[in-house]
């Protein structure tokens, strides 16, 4: 079966294949390779799981200072370890663990779901044993066929509460479905995933985000009570109703958010720009189309809190504000990076933004930039954040007329943010220095409004030459006395 493995892959499979010989260590390739191989899925980044009867992290350890890979234990109780290995551009992940049982058969028949439970031996694998049939004992290749996730025995989520949310990960990246007798099981095991690091959680729910089906199955993982395990705070929003502009209450309006977020990049799937700014890496190989699906969750956590009648009126001044903080808990909580965390906050915080741009008949050069300014990077988050927020609200209030205007704004703000993106930054017409020489001003805070006002004037062709400029900056020094 030399044909399963590229060039590359062939080279560094034989040289673990040699080295399992020269050690007399039967290997066996196990679990998500093989699935993916009979779906015909292929990896940028190669991740090939082996299983051998003991003694994994030794083995890893050697075989990784002969190939020169890195290497990590992962359990060292159960006898886990990864080598990562860089050819060329692609990265290999090699993971090696004992035997879950006395033989292979037990291993099989503790792993998460039949689906994973293929094996094949590094021998066959590799062509040199002409016999070639997959270990299949578990019924994997026939759920493979019915596009079925079932566990393969009933202690899967005791042994590990992470495949409780692994089920949906795998639902949503395969378009699999998890069959009645798994959810009903997941339903009673949901709160043993309180025991999960919150670093695993977080990467099987950014696997769900990283999909077209992140709507689908958050609503799924709500059903089953599983999402308020993973996210405690959604409970506040569980029927907390909101104005006339609304059809929804704040959780499913939350949703269906998401759901319009993507049924308007499914429709833009073709765009170059929004492609490549949404499969920009921001962290560990997260992207920010994964990310952008959080803050579209998330984006009114904070109504509960700010909710207020006021003549008669439901109000929610300041939910942004409010959301913006209680999404840093639970991105912190996350593990997520800075970056992650600073952009969620932008998405939160100025999701309201481009709405208040919308009701404008024109928009002025200054509010054009103070936008791109205060949003940054993420100001195309922010709008498509909002397209979605506003898709989502049907109300009785709410016109046709007014939907397609903001759409109108959106999609063109989409556009000036790219072109911006495309020009070359105007160079400052004066500095800090320059400002501190002429104005006779120490170093601080000042220095950087003041500039920042300059930038703005400059922008918006109010200021084109260093005169002007520093002319600008005396009649700012005194309106701030």
């Known amino acids: 079966m030399n044909y399963l493995f590229k060039e590359d892959s062939r080279h560094l499979l034989n040289e673990v294949l040699s080295f399992s010989r020269e050690k007399k260590v039967r290997l066996y390739i196990v679990g998500g390779f093989l699935r993916d191989y009979i779906l015909k899925r292929s990896r940028v980044n190669p991740d090939i799981d082996f299983c051998l009867k003991k003694g994994s992290i030794n083995f890893g350890r050697k075989l990784s200072a002969k190939i020169k890979a890195g290497f990590v234990v992962l359990d060292k109780e159960h006898g886990a370890c990864r080598l990562v290995k860089k050819i060329k551009d692609k990265i290999y992940t090699l993971d090696f663990t004992d035997f879950r049982g006395k033989t292979l058969e037990e291993d099989l028949l503790h792993r998460d779901f039949t689906i994973n439970t293929l094996a094949l031996g590094l021998e066959e694998a590799t062509g040199l044993r002409e016999k070639t049939v997959l270990i299949d004992l578990y019924g994997a290749a026939e759920d493979l066929r019915k596009k079925i996730i079932r566990m393969v025995n009933k202690e899967a989520f005791d042994e590990d509460p992470l495949r409780i949310l692994r089920a949906f990960s795998l639902s949503a990246v395969l378009g699999f479905k998890i069959d009645s007798t798994t959810l009903k099981l997941i339903r009673v095991k949901r709160n043993k995933l309180t025991a999960v690091s919150c670093e695993r959680l977080r990467e099987e729910l950014f696997k769900i985000f990283d999909t ?70 921001l962290s560990s190989g997260r992207r920010r189309y994964a990310l952008i699906k959080l803050g579209a969750f998330l984006h009114d956590i904070g109504k ?14 300041g939910h942004e504000r409010i959301g913006s903080a209680i999404t840093t808990v639970i991105a912190r909580r996350l593990k997520l990076s800075n970056v992650e965390i600073d952009a969620l906050r932008k998405m939160v915080f100025w999701h309201l933004r481009p709405g208040y741009l919308a009701d404008n008949e ?52 989409i556009k000036e943010y790219f072109r911006r993106s495309k020009e070359k930054k105007l160079k400052r017409l004066v500095t800090g220095n320059d400002l501190m020489r002429k104005f006779k001003l120490p170093p601080s805070p000042l220095i950087g409004r003041i500039l920042i006002h300059l930038e703005e004037l400059q922008a918006i062709a109010k200021i084109n030459s260093k005169q002007e400029a520093l002319k600008a900056a005396n009649i700012f020094l005194k309106k701030e006395g």
């Open 304 to 317: 509960p809190q700010a909710k207020r009648r006021l003549k008669g009126r439901t109000m929610f001044h």
């Open 212 to 281: 077209e089906r992140s709507y689908e199955h958050m609503v799924m993982m709500d059903k089953h009570k599983v999402l308020q395990v993973v996210i405690p705070e959604i409970e506040l929003m569980r029927g907390i109703t909101q104005g006339p502009y609304h059809h929804l209450d704040v959780l499913k309006h939350s949703f269906e958010t998401i759901r319009q977020l993507e049924n308007f990049l499914a429709e833009n799937k073709f765009n170059r720009d929004i492609n490549n700014y949404l499969n920009e890496e």
């Open 362 to 413: 024109e928009i002025s050069a200054r509010a054009n930039f103070r936008y791109f300014r205060d949003t940054a990077k993420e100001g195309v988050s922010v709008l498509l954040l909002s397209l979605g927020d506003q898709r989502a609200t049907r109300g009785r209030l709410t016109s046709e007329e007014s939907r397609l205007t903001h759409e109108k704004v959106v999609i063109s703000l």
